[in-house]
């Protein structure tokens, strides 16, 4: 067998098993990456800029922040020392999953759809992109409550983090209109909400 | 590698670790809870039972501790190495122990003493290894510091039994009840030498801050000494002394005649305590994150 023939079957052997061992053993985890849902985390909002959107505490209450991640913030809202509920702030980007539930969403706040999820959980999703949740803890709120303190958050600030919304489109921002008016609990037929709040929100990412 | 929920539902329901804990348990107001569902917790914390979105919960807490970003893991692996370490360490004391009795190994007693300042930087590990958990899983909660000294307050309230499990059975038992006044001295006196001898500084080296063992050791000391101000109030407000401690265990574990510092060796060689409050404070704060996200 000529030289260059066993070299070349050599190579070719070693490429062969390299290859195969990419993709049948578990390698993944030594490679780099290792984020949620595979996005950088350059392209998440990173949670300490929602620290400071999160409601102010009532007299006799503290809101102790817990956890800050890329793309998460959590606190416990406490009276003494039991907590009443946990408040969170996420960006969907890395669990596009949560906001197909917002789609069937019959009720706003401030112009924001809201679901509820199981009798203690109440989420809103902002911009379509922010998640914000209360989930109340033991005996502590009822859903009314749930969505006071969902619109004591700021949402206004939330919704300008989004980055699509910052790289232009502002003066498309016609919507702040609906996200002055107070707290709206009922629910609006679907019709109205259709034109008036949800669509222009859906806007900047279609 | 297994997600932290399914090591959750993997812990022990009852051996020594769980009674040693229930033990110690039993000093701490509100007792304590041995949590091995994943499924329990989620519904706790969600506040319903409803399966569908149990199940979405569950499996956005392992999408999160799959991901190495995340820092669930990382945590979960500096507790498995001070339990390695711990095991270890316990183990060579406890055959020292046995030996001690047969004439003719008598001498191999003499090569593993377990001195006061090797179990210091045990506990000192074991002190370091809680913080960088602590930021693996919470990142640096709050603009401030005062917000952070809350969320670190708030995580001891959470962790009570296991911080008075640490500081039962790496603090008084081994070191007696003066034991806290007393690590500052016995830290100072520690060498490079001394912390190269303890297996989990070699699993841990990589992620305290700092490069070479003097700046790991400077970390080490700087971590008690703010461990120290919290875990002396602990100590005092509960009233923890050894004896009470060895009490706790006897009501549990069944009568104990020889020493505490017997003791303390047989806890490190036999029981997986730390590991095991490990993985269900990491799960909690998980499925805390998890029920947010879905």
């Not at chain 2, 002190?127 to 990142?139: D, H, K, S, W, Y």
Request: glycine share 10%.
């Amino acid at each position: 067998m000529s030289r260059i023939l066993r070299w070349g079957l050599g190579l070719l052997l070693a490429a062969g098993l390299v290859l195969g061992a990419f993709l049948l053993l578990p390698f993944q985890s030594w490679l780099p990456g290792g984020t949620v849902g595979g996005i950088s985390t350059g392209k998440v909002v990173n949670g300490t800029a929602f620290n400071r959107l999160f409601p102010s505490p009532q007299p006799g209450e503290t809101l102790v922040f817990t956890q800050e991640k890329r793309g998460f913030s959590e606190a416990r809202l406490k009276r003494a020392s039991s907590t009443k509920a946990l408040l969170a702030i996420s960006d969907t980007i890395t669990a596009p999953e949560a906001r197909s539930k917002f789609s069937a969403s019959q009720e706003q706040v401030k112009g924001w759809p809201l679901v509820e999820q199981g009798p203690q959980a109440s989420a809103l999703l902002v911009e379509d992109r922010f998640q914000v949740k209360v989930i109340a803890q033991g005996v502590g709120l009822d859903a009314e409550q749930r969505h006071e303190l969902l619109g004591d958050f700021d949402l206004q600030g939330l919704a300008a983090l989004n980055p699509e919304h910052r790289a232009g489109r502002r003066a498309a921002k016609a919507l702040p209109a609906s996200r002055s008016q107070p707290v709206s609990l009922a629910p609006q037929p679907a019709p109205e909400r259709a034109d008036d709040a949800v669509s222009p929100v859906m806007e900047p990412a279609a | 590698m297994s997600t932290v929920l399914e090591r959750l539902d993997h812990l022990p329901r009852r051996n020594l670790t769980v009674l040693a804990l229930k033990g110690i348990g039993s000093l701490v107001p509100g007792g304590w809870q041995n949590l091995t569902s994943a499924d329990a917790l989620i519904a706790e914390v969600m506040g319903t039972d409803d399966p569908q979105l149990i199940s979405q919960v569950r499996q956005r807490a392992d999408t999160l501790s799959r991901a190495r970003h995340e820092g669930y893991g990382r945590a979960l692996s500096l507790y498995d190495a001070v339990n390695r370490s711990q095991k270890a360490a316990g183990g060579l004391r406890v055959l020292a122990n046995i030996g001690g009795a047969l004439p003719l190994v008598k001498n191999l007693t003499n090569l593993t003493p377990t001195s006061d300042s090797l179990q210091a930087v045990d506990l000192s590990l074991k002190v370091a290894a809680e913080m960088l958990a602590f930021t693996q899983v919470n990142g640096l909660p709050g603009d401030s510091f005062a917000d952070f000294a809350a969320a670190l307050n708030e995580y001891g309230g959470e962790a009570r039994v296991r911080m008075a499990a640490l500081v039962c059975f790496d603090a008084l038992l081994p070191l007696g009840d003066q034991a806290l006044e007393r690590l500052d001295g016995l830290l100072g006196s520690v060498g490079r030498g001394e912390l190269k001898q303890l297996p989990a500084y070699g699993a841990m080296a990589s992620l305290i801050p700092g490069r070479g063992d003097e700046a790991h050791l400077n970390f080490l000391r700087q971590g008690v000494s703010h461990w120290l101000g919290w875990a002396g109030g602990f100590v005092q407000g509960l009233g923890l002394t050894g004896q009470k401690a060895v009490k706790a265990l006897e009501s549990t574990i069944g009568p104990w005649q020889g020493g505490f510092e017997q003791l303390a060796t047989f806890l490190d060689a036999f029981t997986d305590t730390y590991q095991h409050t490990g993985v269900q404070a990491v799960a909690r704060r998980l499925v805390e994150r998890a029920a947010a996200e879905i």
